[in-house]
T-cell receptor
Framework: SQQGEEDPQALSIQEGENATMNCSYK?????LQWYRQNSGRGLVHLIL?????REKHSGRLRVTLDTSKKSSSLLITASRAADTASYFC????????????FGQGTRLTINP | KAGVTQTPRYLIKTRGQQVTLSCSPI?????VSWYQQTPGQGLQFLFE???????NKGNFPGRFSGRQFSNSRSEMNVSTLELGDSALYLC??????????????FGEGSRLTVL
């Protein structure tokens, strides 16, 4: 069963705009990760945030985590056409485990 | 260094057959996991291996099995294939330690079509 629900399921914006995707989950977690997938290919790790962290940045990415609301958000600033992909949040329930529970993903389209 | 390599990339089987998928992790990674991705169920965890031992197993029937070899390479097998087994099967490796959360490095996947 899916742990996370992502919102929106699809998002279409203009190049240069910011994109925000949200993820909610159901149980206590050790960490939350975001991955990107291009057209049915392999997933690429974007960022990991631990349960004791509230915000993390990596380049144009900003992730927040609110464990009281069991939710996370991924912000991509100054979007580019190459950012077009599906984005998945994944929760790690125990430290170091490779067993992640993925959300259904957000399909992001950046229009030139 | 080379990424996670999965073979074959594409394959077509018929119902009742069996299939074996192979995964070579990134050099030095001893932890390997497998995921199934379908349009309906999304990404679902199948197994996790570390040093040839299965550490975790997802909620899949016994037709799905896997193993890891001493060189960390891993295989998964699906017997008595069903139409619903059509999916993208993804392998991931990581530098796992029990004290550290690590990112997963995914291969490009093996796309299985069952007819």
């Amino acid at each position: 069963s899916q742990q996370g629900e992502e919102d929106p399921q699809a998002l279409s914006i203009q190049e240069g705009e910011n994109a925000t995707m949200n993820c909610s989950y159901k149980t206590s977690i050790n960490n939350l990760q975001w991955y990107r997938q291009n057209s049915g290919r392999g997933l690429v790790h974007l960022i990991l945030i631990r349960s004791n962290e509230r915000e993390k940045h990596s380049g144009r990415l900003r992730v927040t985590l609110d464990t009281s609301k069991k939710s996370s958000s991924l912000l991509i600033t100054a979007s580019r056409a190459a950012d077009t992909a599906s984005y998945f949040c994944a929760t790690g329930l125990t430290q170091g485990a490779q067993k992640l529970v993925f959300g259904q993903g957000t399909r992001l389209t950046i229009n030139p | 260094k080379a990424g996670v390599t999965q073979t074959p990339r594409y394959l077509i089987k018929t119902r009742g057959q069996q299939v074996t998928l192979s995964c070579s992790p990134i050099s030095g990674h001893r932890s390997v996991s497998w995921y199934q991705q379908t349009p309906g169920q999304g990404l679902q965890f199948l197994f996790e291996y570390f040093s040839e031992t299965q550490r975790n197993k997802g909620n899949f029937p016994g037709r799905f099995s896997g193993r890891q070899f001493s060189n960390s390479r891993s295989e998964m097998n699906v017997s008595t294939l069903e139409l619903g087994d059509s999916a993208l099967y993804l392998c991931a490796s990581s530098l796992w330690t029990e004290f550290q959360d690590g990112e997963l490095f995914f291969g490009e996947g093996s796309r299985l079509t069952v007819l």
